[in-house]
């Protein structure tokens, strides 16, 4: 197939060429293998929980063999891909919080903002007056890992949403008790003749997605913001051009800031620095890869080399000494590219074992060391690169990245009167809602698909809700595709934004597309919007707000998109959910959930359809938003 009907990123179609002259087996090959898929996979239909199936569902065998119809087998399915997302959210977040107990003023891992682990403290009743800050943190750390397995309560942060959002999530039983526990439930529900009902199925998938949003991923970012610093408006680069011909090519592939974070340290230490020169080189250059590469860009710029999909187009450049990877969204077909050039596939997490890998686990309490010897061993591996297999292809993008909660409050603040408003509030975001300078805002995350061209829905969706004033925030591999096609360069709102958002973007210092960080961090999103909705007196869902997965691929991406639709916001999605084969999964989660939680799923796979869609919605929204806006203004007025 032609590399032009693959993916609209140009390097990328470089390196597939290449990958192709060399004999090298990509994705892309592998999609042109698995032309039709499955239709029975494609329509949740099929099922193989027990050992009778497996069992699938047609017109001649409408139920398997336990007598589970349809619906049954599409809600367990479609659960137990919600209990998957959010146990990989909850076990990266369960790993920030063990480092987090492990932290030591003399250790490698330290605390990086005291003022956040502060209010995190008192939020959590942690007594801090007078005490020692490490003392303070291994506390906040003992009570963060208890959310996982507490066995009374809910879980602690729902306390942050607005009030009436709670009230709705108590009313429909969809507040999340400890995190294991709901996914748990999840596996338990799901095996042959537990819930045979697909209202039910569903019901607890949102229950368990919220032990995601509001539970794991809210936990992973605030601890990691804690240990590794909130991130804070920063430039780079983006797209495989940031490999460098004359320097140590390191990427960092993965999830987990705590293996990336000392990757990052150990590249500056002076001896490995030597040791690079030593072999020839210039220096080592690191370069990020999916959500490891975003919570490293957030925090230190470091350059961002591709998303998802470019993760063995990266190794087919021939320039890279060595990729390290910990957990998540790593292609096992990594081992076999990089059997193809000099390149170290090094995988360092017991969770994560690839075959063909060369594994060197990274301990946490030998954290520094551990970084190092794994360095090393990419400075040693210079010597064997091939200069004539080395084509790096040569676009990259500028970009500004960083934009935590506080950052996007940090840069409001510019545009305060100082006479008239306290400063560190979203009043003026909520200023620009409610005039509708800004028409709404919408959260554009997620994955790269084979189902799709590479890039082309994150990009087209983008451009068109910033060219008609809806801004835009990004995480995962959303925003690596807005870094490398110019999106949040400094210029990109006059180029690309309609005439509202580009004043308020010039005004406020910000690009119309705003690096928000990796997956975990949508939990961002959510503090931003529940900031919003506090501010303005309403719930989540009475704002112009929306939730956009464009590409969406993973497990992960279903959990989020559950509890982004149960915390009011409707979510949009580019690739259809493995749900078409029951009717009533359909209706739930397309139609009814709006009387349940004021929020819906709308599928379209046509990237400009949906963002007609998504604009045209957002206008709805509008209206009973600028109605509530009036009555609340008439209230203050009487009042
Ligand atoms: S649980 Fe029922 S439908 Fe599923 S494989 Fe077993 S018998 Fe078949
Ligand atoms: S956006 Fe999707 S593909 Fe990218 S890192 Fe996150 S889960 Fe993985």
Redesign the pocket.
């Known amino acids: 197939m032609d590399e032009k009907m693959l993916t609209i990123d140009l390097n990328s179609q470089k390196m597939i060429a290449k990958a192709r002259e060399e004999g090298v087996e990509t994705m892309y090959d592998r999609k042109a293998g698995f032309k039709s898929q499955c239709g029975f996979g494609l329509q949740g239909v099929c099922c193989r929980i027990c050992g009778m199936g497996p069992c699938r569902i047609s017109p001649k065998t409408p139920r398997g063999l336990c007598g589970a119809d349809e619906h049954t087998i599409v809600g367990r399915n479609f659960a137990r891909m919600v209990a998957g997302g959010t146990a990989a959210h909850s076990d990266h977040a369960r790993d920030i919080a063990h480092t987090l107990a492990l932290a030591d003023p003399n250790g490698n891992y330290k605390i990086r903002d005291e003022a956040k682990l502060i209010a995190l403290a008192k939020e959590w009743d942690v007594e801090t007056e007078g005490r020692d800050i490490y003392d303070v943190a291994h506390e906040v750390a003992e009570i963060a890992l208890m959310e996982f397995g507490k066995p009374f309560g809910t879980l602690r942060f729902i306390k942050n949403a607005p009030e009436p959002r709670q009230k709705i999530w108590k009313e429909y039983a969809i507040e999340p008790r400890a995190i294991d526990r709901e996914i748990a439930t999840i596996m338990h529900s799901t095996h042959i003749g537990c819930t045979g009902d697909i209202d039910s199925l569903i019901h607890m998938s949102l229950r368990t997605s919220m032990a995601d949003g509001w539970g794991g991923s809210m936990i992973g970012t605030r601890l990691s913001d804690i240990l590794f610093g909130t991130p804070v408006p920063r430039r780079t680069e983006a797209n495989l051009a940031v490999l460098e011909e004359n320097k140590v090519n390191i990427i960092l592939h993965g999830?987990e800031p705590a293996l990336s974070e000392m990757i990052v340290l150990a590249s500056e230490e002076p001896d490995l620095v030597a040791l690079a020169k030593e072999v020839g080189a210039d220096g080592i250059n690191l370069a990020g890869m999916?959500?490891t590469g975003n919570e490293i860009t957030m925090r230190h710029g470091v350059k961002i080399a591709g998303?998802?999909h470019q993760q063995e187009l990266a190794i087919v450049t021939g320039a890279v000494e060595a990729v390290i990877v910990d957990v998540?969204?790593i292609f096992p077909a990594l081992a076999r590219v990089a059997d193809c050039y000099h390149t170290k596939f090094v995988t360092t997490s017991p969770k994560a074992k690839i075959t063909g890998s060369t594994y060197i686990e990274f301990r946490e309490e030998q954290a520094l060391d551990d970084a190092k010897s794994i360095v090393k061993e990419a400075i040693l591996n210079f010597k064997n690169r091939d200069k004539s297999k080395v084509l790096i292809p040569e676009l990259k993008s500028g970009a500004t990245v960083g934009y935590s909660v506080e950052a996007v409050v940090n840069q409001l603040d510019r545009v305060v009167n100082s006479h008239i408003d306290p400063a560190g509030t979203v009043k003026p975001l909520t200023d620009c809602l409610k005039s509708g300078v800004l028409r709404g805002a919408a959260g554009v995350?997620?994955?790269?698909n084979a189902k799709g061209v590479s890039n082309e829905a994150h990009v087209t969706i983008m451009k068109e809700l910033i060219k008609n004033d809806i801004i835009v925030v990004t995480t995962?591999?959303?925003a690596s595709a807005a870094a490398k096609f110019g999106l949040m360069e400094t210029d990109a709102a006059e180029k690309y934004a309609g005439k509202g958002l580009a004043t308020v973007c010039k005004l406020v210092g910000i690009p119309p597309v705003l690096h928000m960080g990796?997956?975990v961090d949508i939990s961002r999103i959510l503090d931003l919007v529940g900031a919003a909705a506090n501010y303005l007196d309403m719930d989540m869902c009475d704002l112009p707000v929306v939730g956009i997965a464009p590409e969406?691929?993973?497990e992960?991406?279903v959990a989020i998109g559950c509890y982004v639709v149960a915390s009011g916001i409707d979510t949009y999605l580019g690739i259809m959910p493995p749900i078409a084969g029951s009717s009533r999964a359909v209706d739930i989660l397309t139609s009814e959930l709006k009387d349940k939680v004021g929020a819906t799923f709308t599928v379209n796979t046509n990237p400009k359809e949906l963002a007609a869609t998504i604009i045209e919605d957002i206008e709805k929204k509008r209206v009973h938003f600028e109605a509530l806006v009036e009555e609340k203004m008439g209230v203050e007025a009487e009042a």
């Open positions: 999830h999916c959500c998303d998802f998540q969204c995350v997620g994955c790269n995962g591999c959303g990796s997956c969406w691929m993973s992960k991406a």
